[in-house]
């Protein structure tokens, strides 16, 4: 029989209000300054919003910062590299920040005279207001999470999948958290926890997701 877990599967969705906060940047300098100043809110916007915006295709930049690092200011070695920063490697957003801030500061120490853009290139820092809601869908068992998962919308997946990373602290996801404590599974656990979230569109990570739940039904 399939086993039915004690505690179901609550399925969430989210969303996220986008916010101007007036403070712009017109080069690397400025740029630094206002992540230096940026709250979790700030860092947050700017790494993961990409990520919904662009479900359906693997961007080049995974990140604000970096596409415009590479795209206006032309500073194309630089933008790669912030680009590379792993967040999954990060369980908090103040330690991204800090690796951030890192990086741009040793660049900015070596080469100090990088472009100045004009005001309608400017960088505008946006922090997000994100509201999370309940799907009202709720799974026992490992068949009616993967029905349910099909047809869950990519918000859900987002919210379980990656805000959970710091939402946890542990850099864990929701999903394979319930599947090791509550169905016993601990290779399929382990098999999604080990999906790369940055590297595949966010319909093609639902779908693997999906996948590998249904060669243990």
Request: charged share 25%.
């Amino acid at each position: 029989m399939e086993t039915r877990a004690k505690y179901p599967f609550k399925f969430y969705t989210r969303l996220t209000l986008p916010q101007l906060t007036g403070i712009y940047a017109l080069n690397l300098k400025e740029l630094l300054d206002g992540i230096k100043n940026a709250d979790d809110s700030i860092i947050y916007y700017h790494t993961h919003h990409y990520l919904i915006q662009h479900h359906y295709v693997v961007p080049d930049a995974p990140n604000d910062f970096a596409h415009w690092i590479i795209h206006t200011l032309g500073e194309k070695l630089l933008g790669e590299e912030i680009s590379s920063i792993d967040m999954f490697n990060y369980t908090s957003m103040t330690d991204y920040k800090q690796e951030l801030i890192k990086r741009l500061s040793a660049f900015i120490s070596k080469d100090s005279k990088t472009r100045k853009v004009e005001i309608n290139e400017r960088f505008n820092f946006m922090k997000a207001a994100t509201f999370v809601m309940s799907t009202g869908k709720e799974a026992y068992t490992l068949k009616e999470f993967g029905d349910i998962l099909r047809n869950i919308t990519i918000f859900s997946v987002y919210y379980h999948f990656f805000e959970s990373h710091f939402r946890l602290g542990s850099g864990l996801d929701d999903f394979s958290v319930w599947i090791r404590s509550e169905l016993k599974l601990p290779d399929l656990s382990l098999k999604i926890q080990n999906l790369d979230p940055y590297s595949v569109t966010m319909d093609r990570l639902k779908e693997q997701i999906i996948r590998y739940t249904e060669k243990y039904i």
